[in-house]
């Protein structure tokens, strides 16, 4: 089993800034994928960013040049960076990582933008 807990989310304004953490404990075998998902009220949940095994990263065009995935393997965590922040950011963030072959997922943080 592998638990995933996010932090980092808050209240910014319009513009700001954010940095999200999403840090994995326990049997963590194989990591085939650490993504980022989020859902804003009354709408699906959608994936805003991704990441290999290898580092490769790819993000929604709605973030894309705002948002920036890292990872600290030492730390078992990965970091979304948040920049330029726009009120239909606004959302429950998500991590979910598959693990050899299993999907987990944390139980989100919220951002609200707004000012």
């Known amino acids: 089993q592998v638990q995933l807990v996010e932090s980092g989310g808050g209240l910014v304004q319009p513009g700001g800034s954010l940095r999200l953490s999403c840090t994995a404990s326990g049997s963590i075998g194989s990591i085939n994928a650490m993504d980022w998902y989020r859902q804003a009220p009354g709408k699906e949940r959608e994936l805003v960013a991704t990441?290999?095994?290898?580092?490769?990263?790819n993000y929604a065009d709605s973030v894309k040049g705002r948002f920036t995935d890292s990872r600290d393997n030492a730390k078992n965590t990965v970091y979304l960076q948040m920049n330029s922040l726009k009120p239909e950011d606004t959302a429950v963030y998500y991590c979910n990582w598959v693990v050899s072959g299993r999907s987990y997922w944390g139980p989100g943080t919220q951002v609200t933008v707004s000012s």
């Open positions: 990441m290999t095994s290898g580092g490769t990263t």
